[in-house]
């Protein structure tokens, strides 16, 4: 583990401060050029073990994996024809407190996806 600490560095400096939400294959790519001996399985090994303990979020849209250094409860924004993930405020407090009505558990967070045709798209469009 300790053996690739360097690299975890590294993969994790990439990700900092982005807003882009790139997949594993995206840092790789971009890492390759300063680290010609990384592999793309080393790229998801210490994604997952930055995952684990809390330095990045994991986020599944459409089969794909990306990466998000933002830990904090936010909501995504997928756009339809970039792909584009998008942060969006936390929104949710107003649902979480009406689905906790009523609801015997306790709730704890809750997050949207909203879905849609982003800035740069629309531009385009007209
Ligand atoms: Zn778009
Ligand atoms: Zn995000």
Not at 87 to 102: F, H, K, L, V, Y
Request: glycine content about 6%.
């Amino acid at each position: 583990m300790v053996k690739y600490s360097r690299q975890r560095e590294a993969i994790k400096n990439k990700l900092v401060g982005r807003t882009d939400h790139p997949t594993a294959e995206t840092l790789y790519a971009e890492l390759k050029t300063e680290m010609p001996n990384l592999s793309v399985a080393t790229v998801y090994r210490n994604l997952n073990q930055l995952e684990q303990w809390g330095e990045v979020n994991r986020i599944t849209v459409e089969g794909a994996t990306r990466f998000d250094p933002n830990t904090d409860p936010h909501s995504h924004f997928f756009c339809r024809k970039c792909g584009a993930v998008i942060d969006m405020p936390d929104e949710d407090i107003e649902i979480r407190r009406i689905a906790q009505a009523g609801f015997g558990g306790r709730i704890e967070l809750s997050t949207s996806h909203f879905y849609g045709v982003c800035p740069k798209c629309l531009d385009i469009d007209s």
